[in-house]
């Protein structure tokens, strides 16, 4: 009767520890649907707050624990402030250490999610950085034109990822 108590009483402790394990979002109830206007572009590069809103937007589409509504029908609203854009330089031309071949393109944003009805945070983050590593190739301009879409999808995933994994 012990033999057989053993394997029994392992998969109670085992399946108590669990017991309060939700697969999925961990977002309150109420939080179903969300409104993301266009991001608050408060850095000195210019006009990337529309490819960094829809990454965000499609980030959200894709994670799936929220669903997009218009402003008025929204259990929330998303606002982000892009707050700062910069590179860094990661690799250098074999030889010449002042000429960089590679670049971390970064950008920082702060959100707050809050419940459209009363105005209360859900979620928020004063700093958030999103990244990405390039290879310069011909000139600046351009290649910084295709980092851009890989580092909004990261941003956005981070972003998606901290509002989702909301701990009540």
Known sequence: MK?????????????????????????????????MPTCDNQ???????????QAILSQIQMDGSLRLAPEEGADTLLRIKLTRFWLDPVAYVSGESSTANQYRMNISAAF????????????????????????FAGDMTSSKAVALRPTAEDLGRRIVNQIVQYWP
């Open 3 to 35: 033999r057989l108590l053993t394997p029994f009483v392992v998969i109670l402790l085992v399946s108590t520890g669990c017991a309060s394990y939700r697969l999925g979002s961990m977002l309150p109830a109420d939080v179903r649907t969300v409104y």
């Open 112 to 135: 707050v999610l809050y419940r459209r009805a009363d105005r209360s945070v859900v979620a928020q983050s004063p700093s958030i950085t999103g990244w990405y590593d390039f290879d």
């Open 43 to 53: 850095t000195n590069e210019p006009l990337i707050e529309q490819d960094v809103t």
